[in-house]
């Protein structure tokens, strides 16, 4: 993560606005791995700059030979949101389902 900040900061003093709005967004794809409990795929997505629109692109394979997803459970889970099958608000918002629905209260 301290490897993020630092290009991020770098980004703020040294390159135009366009630059700044990616590291944005791969800050948002970041949280998003630890929000999924993925975590350990941060510092490829970091060092690949994966932000919203290149991960949408990825395929499984990309995903498996590019950027080490190795273990095919954790690349279904994130085919699975980038086809638009599970919602990346269920990973933030306590009380959704994956497909972003409001989840039945416990009985």
Do not use: W
Request: charged fraction near 20%; proline fraction near 4%; charge should be negative.
């Amino acid at each position: 993560m301290a490897l993020l900040i630092a290009v991020y900061y770098e980004a703020i003093f040294k390159y135009p606005l366009t630059i700044i709005s990616v590291c944005d967004m791969l800050l948002q794809v970041l949280m998003l791995l630890d929000a999924m409990k993925l975590s350990v795929y941060k510092q490829a997505f970091c060092e690949e700059t994966i932000d919203g629109e290149v991960l949408v692109e990825c395929d499984e394979q990309i995903l498996e030979k590019e950027l080490g997803v190795k273990n095919k459970l954790h690349r279904m889970r994130l085919m699975k949101l980038v086809s638009g099958r599970h919602s990346s608000h269920y990973y933030f918002t306590e009380g959704l389902n994956p497909y972003g629905q409001l989840a039945a209260p416990p009985s």
